[in-house]
């Protein structure tokens, strides 16, 4: 389609142009970092001496915090088209909805997909310089895949909030409902379920093993990172079919 | 040339039905006025043509081919339909910036666009400090941006100020001597009659008229004649023999119904009745709209004796 260039052009002034999303964006990074970087300075050595010690998960301690900022980016990003009925002059800019809807997921993506790495090696850079002796380099098995692995997880989870927002029209339902659901869902059942079962396929508990040195649940890195497509891919295609077949 | 081509045109919201069974062509070199009383369609019609709302049945098209398929559509068609249609944190000048990338409009029709509409000063602050005649202003704005050769303007002087209204006026006329179709909707009638070559009206979505503004009023309204003399008697008599009806008014002025001046004028000189003043009424749009919407009215509306009966 020879008109796709110009609506991601337009969709990437969208975002730019809006502080909250800049803000979000940015907080994606920084709330990450502080708090790996926080984490790793402030263990123990009763922490770092446990059997099960990961020094390379250490460094996205913080990753629960930056994933709220990026729910916040993709459902605001979205969202933001059904305050005051905004979407109305940008379906009429753009009419093919199709169109419009990959153009808006593929510019919030690559956003979250680039800030997402920044934050993971900024991360994984400070918190290992912050473990000091105990810090380990890229070249440690699993260190390389983690990196990636956690700027992927924060563009998927951009992008489940960003489906959602298609669905529910409304950031701040978007929030109410995906931030319970990411943090504390897992958080709560994770302890009462021990030893895996269907907690494991939260879009969450999932979407991390990709960070884990060795993962000792039902799915690995990879299948991890593949249950979380299967969320993100369900929730965008929800949205899609939202805004394709309903009117504006 | 370019026009708007309505063709049984039906939108039912749950069983309702907002617009039914609508034809009607937006001819480009006119502006055609869209009237009817809230609720009546018109705001439907026009997100139907866009493409923004499904029709149940019939179809919409702009030059041939409907909206959804025109490529970048802000190159042929602008649009105003709603001025609080917009992200309030943004600016002025960004929203503007956002629309002109859809169709690779250059940046500096942006800056043409803002200054065209008056709102240049206000360019770079944020949409929600507009009022709401900023906002008509900015949406007028979006709607010129890709210089189209159709406009629709819904409502385009709500909000605005005496200044905006009469802004609005000459660019509308400008628009459609410039050769593009232009529809404009509005509910108020000397609004409409200042700048309309044609009209549609609607009443409960459906088409009441589809006629130019002279031939309409003048299929709705009868001329009048007001006239003063100082012989009331003779003047009667005369007028009564032609077969005209003068009635008296409070203020010693008569009115003759379905008569013209250059009927009235020549008479009484002929019978050599002193006359101190003679005036033509010129029929309003706003009687001639009322006159079809009573019969329609009583077309449609339910008969209250009817329900009388019924207790």
């Excluded at chain 1, 990450?32 to 770092?48: G, I, K, P, R, Y």
């Excluded at chain 2, 589809?210 to 709705?220: A, H, S, V």
Aim: net charge negative.
């Amino acid at each position: 389609m020879s008109s796709f260039a110009p609506v991601l052009h337009s969709e990437w002034l969208k975002i730019r142009s809006v502080r909250s999303q800049c803000l979000a964006l940015a907080a994606v990074l920084v709330s990450t970092t502080a708090f790996s970087v926080l984490m790793c300075a402030t263990l123990s050595a009763e922490d770092t001496s446990e059997a099960g010690f990961d020094p390379v998960r250490a460094s996205f301690f913080g990753l629960n915090f930056g994933q709220i900022a990026a729910i916040c980016f993709g459902s605001l990003a979205v969202a933001g088209e059904y305050r005051n009925g905004a979407v109305l002059v940008s379906l009429t800019a753009v009419p093919r909805r199709g169109l419009f809807y990959t153009a808006k997921l593929t510019v919030v993506g690559l956003l979250a997909l680039a800030v997402g790495l920044l934050t993971s090696a900024t991360c994984f850079v400070l918190g290992q310089a912050a473990l000091g002796d105990l810090g380990v380099g890229i070249g440690e098995p699993g260190a390389l895949r983690s990196v990636v692995g956690c700027g992927v997880y924060l563009a998927l989870i951009t992008l489940f909030a960003a489906g959602l927002a298609a669905v529910l029209r409304s950031a701040p339902a978007v929030m109410g409902f995906l931030i319970p659901f990411l943090l504390m869902l897992s958080f709560v059942l994770g302890d009462v379920s021990e030893g895996g079962g269907w907690v494991d396929f939260l879009p969450d508990r999932a979407g991390q093993q990709i960070l884990l040195q060795n993962p000792d649940g039902p799915l690995n890195p990879w299948t991890g990172t593949g249950v979380l497509v299967l969320w993100v891919a369900a929730a965008l295609w929800v949205g899609g079919r939202r805004l394709m077949r309903r009117d504006a | 040339m370019t026009s708007i081509d309505v063709t049984q045109l039906t939108k039912e919201y749950g069983g309702r039905r907002a617009v039914d069974g609508l034809t009607f062509t937006v001819r480009p070199g006119k502006v055609t006025g869209f009237l009817g009383p809230n609720g009546a369609g018109k705001s439907t019609t026009m997100r139907l043509v866009l493409g923004l709302d499904r029709p149940t049945s019939g179809t919409a098209t702009i030059g041939g081919r409907p909206y959804a398929e025109i490529d970048e559509p802000l190159r042929h068609v602008g649009a105003l339909l709603d001025a609080q249609a917009a992200v309030g944190s943004r600016t002025g000048r960004d929203h503007l910036r956002i629309l002109a990338a859809t169709a690779r409009i250059p940046a500096r029709r942006v800056d043409d666009v803002l200054e065209q509409a008056g709102i240049a000063s206000a360019a770079d602050r944020r949409i929600k400090t507009y009022s709401l005649g900023m906002r008509q202003r900015l949406g007028i704005a979006a709607a010129l941006l890709g210089d189209p050769e159709v406009v629709m303007l819904d409502e385009p002087s709500n909000g605005l100020d005496p200044e905006g209204i009469i802004w609005i006026r000459r660019h509308v006329r400008q628009l459609a001597a410039e050769g593009r179709a232009v529809l404009v909707s509005s509910h108020l009638m000397s609004e409409t009659a200042s700048f309309a070559d044609h009209l549609v009206v609607l009443g409960k979505g459906r088409l009441l008229a589809d006629t130019g503004m002279r031939e309409f009023i003048e299929e709705w309204t009868t001329p009048r004649v007001r006239l003063r003399t100082t012989d009331d008697v003779r003047l009667s008599a005369v007028l009564a023999e032609k077969g005209f009806h003068p009635v008296a008014d409070d203020d010693g002025r008569w009115t003759v119904e379905g008569a013209r001046v250059e009927d009235i004028g020549p008479l009484t000189a002929e019978a050599g009745i002193p006359i101190l003043e003679l005036a033509g009424e010129e029929p309003s749009l706003e009687h001639a709209y009322l006159a079809l919407t009573a019969g329609e009215a009583e077309y449609t509306a339910p008969r209250p004796t009817a329900a009388v009966q019924e207790v």
